[in-house]
């Protein structure tokens, strides 16, 4: 039987695979700031009382900062197809605005998938050497809490690679996961900090995100720490994921008029 | 023998400027027919049209009975398009490429002895397991139009097929078009008079988004009173 999507997110996936810059972003590049984070870590004095970057705090906040990379292929994947004449021929032959979409966000829910399980293997050495607690069954708990987070990111570049092009969607992705990064979280205590930082993070559902995952690895499940922001973030998927759906359907008709 | 593709009075307008201006032609099924014109003559509008890339804003197409607006869906079925640039996944191997595309098309259990006769039918042996980025420009337009007939199509696109070839890349792929001509009908389109001439069993010359004239290369030339295509273009250009 012909299966059109999963055709094509193998084709993506291939793709993907092939590309240096995805093991460079998506891999190495939380892996190299979450040695970096250990290590400031390791020279913030304990009277400090500073633990967000203590490693069960840092892991869930770069499984999300990995997250923010798999976006930015999210929105590549699409503007290179959309830049040369691959596309057409695909909208010429009989797959469908579903198909395509399918096959954009399948593969990258895999390479999101991988990613955080190998940032969470480092978290666990890091753990180990530092000698601070994390369950391997909460890493199991985060890695699967922080998918529709995925989701979310994925559908954010897709979003951002059907209405820009190639040059100007790796900018607006540059300005989410700097946002991401601030706002979300992961690199500074927002809800310490209060007013309007902690306002504006709170409107956005990046730092839902970051409490999702540090929760899950912490097994903490409980409806303020766990179940809010995962119906957040979980919402803020779904809805974005539609918007992608909607945006490169409503491009593929344009195409072709 | 039955209509491959039925157009009547067929347009296509952008903001300010009319690309398809009323063309009525009929291509009969096994033939190939060239569109032949400079360039904005309107060849690659007509092909998107006829391929449902495009949509006409007034007129009817039918492709093997099915109108390419209402029954998009059959049509893309129906037919196979090798674009003027060469439209391949670059970091998919050769071998890849041909699988990707018959899995859109085939069942699963077709598409391995598919892609193997493609390979074969383009002499693309010894690069299958080459990325298609790594070709030359020649064995990457032949990628492309293998591409493009491994869905088995009825009715095959090429979209000046050997634009940016050199003289023995571009002969190579006539003998190769030459080959699928005995399995489908296809519509070609190009710039250059020889390569209608050769292979072309009737020519539709467009200019300025109309059918200036048509006919096998005798006809054209008893009309004209000309010889050769390109004297007999540059003819049918002048008194147009």
Request: proline share 2%; hydrophobic share 50%.
């Amino acid at each position: 039987m012909k299966n059109r999507t999963l055709s094509f997110a193998k084709r993506n996936l291939i793709e993907m695979s092939r590309d240096s810059l995805s093991y460079i972003f998506c891999v190495a590049f939380p892996l190299v700031m979450l040695v970096i984070m250990s290590i400031v870590n390791a020279s913030i004095p304990k009277e400090a009382g500073m633990t967000l970057f203590r490693i069960d705090n840092l892991a869930g906040g770069i499984a999300i900062f990995g997250q923010t990379f798999v976006m930015l292929f999210s929105a590549l994947n699409v503007t290179k197809d959309r830049s040369g004449s691959f596309l057409v021929r695909l909208f010429a032959s009989p797959m469908k605005s579903r198909n395509f979409t399918g096959g954009y966000f399948l593969p990258l829910i895999v390479v999101a998938f991988v990613q955080v399980i190998i940032a969470f293997a480092a978290s666990f050495i890091v753990s180990l050497v530092t000698g601070t607690e994390l369950s391997v069954l909460g890493l199991l708990a985060g890695a699967v809490a922080v998918i529709p987070s995925a989701v979310m990111f994925i559908a954010i570049g897709m979003i951002f690679g059907t209405i820009f092009n190639e040059k100007a969607a790796p900018g607006m992705c540059s300005i989410i996961i700097s946002l991401g990064a601030i706002v979300g979280g992961i690199w500074f205590d927002v809800e310490g900090v209060g007013g309007f930082m902690e306002k504006l993070s709170r409107c956005l559902p990046f730092l839902y995100s970051t409490k999702v995952a540090r929760a899950a690895i912490k097994m903490d499940f409980g409806f303020d720490t766990f179940l809010m922001p995962l119906i957040v973030v979980t919402g803020s998927a779904v809805v974005l994921t539609a918007l992608a759906c909607f945006f490169f359907g409503r491009k593929m008709r344009a195409d072709l008029a | 023998m039955s209509n491959a593709i039925v157009t009547n009075g067929l347009i296509k307008r952008y903001k300010d400027k009319t690309a398809v201006d009323g063309i009525s032609i009929t291509v009969e099924e096994g033939k190939l027919v060239a569109l032949l014109g400079v360039n904005g003559a309107g060849k690659t509008t007509t092909i998107r049209m006829l391929t449902c890339l495009s949509k006409p804003t007034a007129g009817t197409a039918r492709v093997l009975g099915h109108d390419v607006v209402k029954e998009s869906d059959e049509v893309k079925k129906l037919v196979g398009i090798s674009t003027q640039d060469t439209a391949v996944a670059e970091n998919l191997t050769v071998r890849e490429n041909l699988e990707f595309m018959a899995s859109l098309y085939l069942p699963k259990e077709r598409i391995g002895g598919a892609v193997e006769k493609a390979i074969k039918a383009f002499g693309l042996e010894e690069f299958r397991n080459k990325k298609a980025k790594h070709l030359s420009g020649g064995w990457k337009r032949k990628l492309s139009i293998a591409m493009a007939i491994i869905g088995e199509p009825k009715i095959l696109f090429l979209d000046e097929p050997t634009l940016g070839l050199d003289v023995l890349a571009r002969r190579q792929l006539w003998t190769e078009i030459e080959e699928i001509k005995k399995h489908m009908t296809i519509v070609l389109t190009t710039h250059y008079m020889e390569e209608a001439e050769a292979l072309a069993d009737e020519i539709f010359v467009m200019i300025n988004g109309k059918i200036a004239a048509h006919g096998t290369l005798s006809e054209l030339e008893a009309r004209t009173g000309k010889t050769g295509l390109e004297e007999v273009f540059i003819k049918i250009a002048e008194e147009y």
